[in-house]
């Protein structure tokens, strides 16, 4: 994919991972270095299995059921939501996106590459925000389905449909206040040291985040 150049994938569904090249080892090593990730961000858990992520949420389920959600009005009249209308279990696919791809970001796009935003045309675009979520955002651009958006965790019938929108938007287009928890969510540059390595530990931050991350700490270095 356009985000890790000169790096070749194999199918992470089945175990396998990006095999670097002998100067990305040595880019990796020299980044590794800089302890970002030594203590606060965790390297060896980065560094394992491939670049692109330490991903506890592998175990996807791709059956063609009929949907398990429905569309209803949010109840102060902000907007649409998406609720579970039946079970869904942990790894289910809810949403498979392809949308249209755009240089820039706007409030119904979805971030895949480091420079490059999907405009969701699903009914993806209604799941909400929260810093709580019960979903999340799988995105491998060179897939037939850009991003899907996955249970994080059982989801009972009635639940609202929600993933955490700043773990695929490095700087948003349109920051707004979360709802629930009141903080402002503003995309993961923004995200404080401890939320950041939360996302880390789920195994939810894709790899264009990944490789901005990093960007940023060595300009800051």
Known sequence: SRFVSGFRERNTNSGGHRKRPASAEMSLAGFASHRLFSHAFRAPRLLQ???????????????????HYKLTDCAVGTGTKVVATTGIPAGKVVF?????????????????????HLRTSSDAR??????????????????????????????????ELNWDYSATEWDMATPFVDVGSGKPCQGFKHLPPEHKEALLEKGVVPAHILRLWVKDFLGRA
């Open 96 to 116: 498979r996106e392809v949308g249209e791809l755009q240089d820039a970001p706007d409030m119904h796009s979805i971030q895949v590459d480091v420079a490059r």
């Open 126 to 159: 209604y799941v909400a925000h929260s810093f709580s979520p019960n979903c999340y955002a799988h995105v491998e651009p060179k897939a037939p389905h850009a991003v899907e958006i996955i249970a994080l965790r059982d989801i009972e019938a009635g639940e």
């Open 49 to 67: 299995g491939g670049l692109v992520r330490a991903n506890r949420c592998s175990g996807r389920n791709f059956s063609s059921a009929p949907a």
